[in-house]
């Protein structure tokens, strides 16, 4: 009982970091501030009442409009607040109360708010990345191999984490430098410099699980579109949603999908 009382406070916590999370994906890219001024609608320009900023309920109250005017609130709001806070909710049935989970919960939030502005403005923004590989790079020796457990004592630990961080992120990097270098039209350079990051967030083996799925489900949803008229083989699609995917994936189910990988591998040999 009081796992699910917690689990229901992390998904309440997600999505207020949701709420959050779109005035970033709002604010960001013009370069405006995400503190003041305080929220309001853009059609009427009236500013939002409290009680019409709780995550999800004040979104299907006002059943997605604005109180004053008929302005309709993107469901993009709706949705990155349930998804933020279905995350939040498993990152803690994963990692339990501690230092991981924040981990996880940031790396959640970082990686959502990215998705959604690659997404609507076909950007990356280098106010969210470099910040990010700044402080990655400090806290990789503290969480090592982020969850997936080793048999080391304090010290190797720690070093092999910053070592494994720095390793994975560089990798990542010079692949889709690589990548960008052969075929510069497939793939922009937030996109390279966001394969670097992610390696100093979920280290190796995790980043193959998030290159991996982000490179599976990009390629579904690109032959989704194509079928369905959406799109043509020239149009540009965003990859930093997909890396996004992968990556949020890797940090909450990465290690359980490597277990699973060297579980078959070793049937197969036998």
């Known amino acids: 009982m009081i796992e699910t009382i917690f ?3 992390a998904f309440s916590m997600g999505a207020s970091v949701g709420s959050f999370l779109n005035v970033v994906a709002d604010r960001l890219p013009p370069g405006k501030s995400v503190v003041t001024p305080r929220s309001h609608c853009h059609r009427c320009d ?43 909710a498993a ?20 990686l959502m708010a990215i998705a959604v502005i690659d997404l609507e ?18 806290l990789a020796p503290l969480w090592p191999e982020l969850g997936i457990e080793r048999a080391l004592v304090f010290e190797q630990a720690h070093l092999s984490s910053l070592t494994n961080s720095v390793a994975a992120g560089g990798g990542a990097l010079l692949v889709f430098l690589a990548v960008k270098t052969v075929y510069p039209a ?5 996109d390279v410099k966001m394969a670097g990051m992610l390696g100093l967030l979920v280290g190796y083996p ?5 290159l991996w799925t982000a490179v599976v489900v990009g390629g579904v949803v690109a032959v989704g579109l194509l079928a369905l008229g959406g799109r043509n083989r020239k149009d540009a699609m965003p990859f930093g949603p ?21 579980a078959a591998s070793d049937r197969l040999i036998g």
């Open 7 to 9: 689990a229901l406070f």
């Open 46 to 88: 009236r500013p939002i009442p409290a009680r019409d900023l709780v995550p999800i309920l004040s979104y299907l109250q006002l059943r997605g409009r604005c109180r004053y005017c008929p302005e309709k609130i993107p469901a993009r709001v709706f949705s990155v607040e349930v998804f933020t806070g279905a995350l939040f």
């Open 91 to 110: 990152a803690y049935i994963k990692f339990g109360w501690g230092g991981p989970v924040v981990v996880a919960w940031a790396g959640v939030a970082l």
């Open 121 to 138: 403005h076909r950007l990356i923004p280098n106010r969210l990345v470099i910040p990010a590989v700044a402080v990655l790079a400090v």
């Open 186 to 190: 497939g793939m922009g350079a937030g």
């Open 206 to 210: 995790g980043i193959a699980v998030a």
């Open 242 to 262: 997909f890396l996004s995917a992968g990556g949020i994936f890797a940090l909450l189910a990465g290690t359980e999908i490597i277990d699973l990988y060297f």
